[in-house]
């Protein structure tokens, strides 16, 4: 139900059309992102979820995982069988993948 940063960028790399989902809020998308990512605040998500394409992989983010190990849990209750949690969300990304996506408080 996870994946790391580093299996996430292989995958990206090697052209997977995986879908990336952005459950922080605007302000938090607006500081830094994943590009390509779609945002749906995690408080906006049942009423959204209809954006998403469930037979595609999904990889959801936020700032540590914690809100997106929550989307991940629901998506799959909703039949998202291919959604994964980005294990520490964009702050382990930053960490050990691109220095350039800003980390923040």
């Known amino acids: ?10 995958r990206l790399a090697a052209g997977e059309a995986i879908q990336l989902l952005d459950v ?3 302000w938090e998308h ?7 990512a779609t945002l ?14 469930p037979e595609k992989p999904v990889v959801v983010y936020c700032h540590h995982g914690m809100r997106s190990y929550q989307a991940v849990v629901w998506l799959r209750e909703q039949g998202f069988s291919l959604a994964q949690n980005l294990a ?9 993948i691109d220095p350039m996506v800003v980390r923040y408080q």
Do not use: F, K
Not at 88 to 96: E, F, L, M, N
């Open 1 to 10: 139900m996870q994946i790391s940063s580093e299996e996430l960028q292989r």
């Open 24 to 26: 922080r809020e605007v």
């Open 30 to 36: 607006e500081v830094a992102r994943l590009e390509g």
């Open 40 to 53: 749906i605040p995690l408080g906006e998500l049942t009423e959204r979820a209809g954006e998403l394409d």
């Open 88 to 96: 520490g969300g964009i702050d382990r990304w930053s960490q050990v």
